[in-house]
T-cell receptor, first 114, second 111 residues
Framework: EPEVTQTPSHQVTQMGQEVILRCVPI?????FYWYRQILGQKVEFLVSFYNNEISEKSEIFDDQFSVERPDGSNFTLKIRSTKLEDSAMYFCASIWGLSTDTQYFGPGTRLTVL | DQQVKQNSPSLSVQEGRISILNCDYTNSMFDYFLWYKKYPAEGPTFLISISSIKDKNEDGRFTVFLNKSAKHLSLHIVPSQPGDSAVYFCAATNTGNQFYFGTGTSLTVIP
């Protein structure tokens, strides 16, 4: 069965450093998402991406965040200057089309900001 | 602004009995609802969904009920099995661009 992959599984960084979280969505999917889950809290939407541009973003997704699809397979989330409160699990997801009912999630990257 | 709410953080059920997980939403524009299951250290896994034009969708042991007038949906698992023990998230969308998740309900099925 196809799956979304994410690397690294765990990233530890110092406050103020830049991090790039990587995702490889399912190959024929067209819509891509990033979510995060702070420990013990709900899964929060960050951003959706389609046709090489952001479709929608939440209030959390401020200027410190950016997404990119640098080639045909990777989908990255960059945090320019990490803050302590960025520590969370970050999930990437992809779907083929908006009408589909199955959003495939990756296993997540645990980001720890010290 | 929590548009999707799961008011029960945890639920314990005996094996073989019915598990009922509840979810409420506030945005009447939502037209698609989904349930996800999440094990520790894994990403959420899609379980079952329902469109707003329906009031019930069934898939094996899992049934989702939608009450649009009450802005309420529920997931029924019958019979519950120990392997069903996980955190269950309810999610909703109206455009497919943004999905709103509840805070999750941790289900424990006791053998």
């Amino acid at each position: 069965e196809p799956e979304v992959t994410q690397t690294p599984s765990h990233q530890v960084t110092q406050m103020g450093q830049e991090v790039i979280l990587r995702c490889v969505p399912i190959s024929n999917h067209l819509y891509f998402y990033w979510y995060r889950q702070i420990l013990g809290q709900k899964v929060e939407f960050l951003v959706s991406f389609y046709n090489n541009e952001i479709s929608e973003k939440s209030e959390i997704f401020d200027d410190q965040f950016s997404v990119e699809r640098p080639d045909g397979s990777n989908f990255t989330l960059k945090i320019r200057s990490t803050k302590l409160e960025d520590s969370a699990m970050y999930f990437c997801a992809s779907i083929w089309g908006l009408s589909t009912d199955t959003q495939y999630f990756g296993p997540g990257t645990r980001l720890t900001v010290l | 602004d929590q548009q999707v709410k799961q008011n029960s953080p945890s639920l314990s059920v005996q094996e073989g009995r019915i598990s009922i997980l509840n979810c409420d939403y506030t945005n009447s524009m939502f037209d698609y609802f989904l349930w996800y299951k999440k094990y520790p250290a894994e990403g959420p896994t899609f379980l079952i969904s329902i469109s707003s034009i329906k009031d019930k969708n069934e898939d094996g042991r899992f049934t989702v009920f939608l009450n649009k007038s009450a802005k309420h949906l529920s997931l029924h698992i019958v019979p519950s099995q120990p392997g069903d023990s996980a955190v269950y998230f309810c999610a909703a969308t109206n455009t497919g661009n943004q999905f709103y998740f509840g805070t999750g309900t941790s289900l424990t099925v006791i053998p």
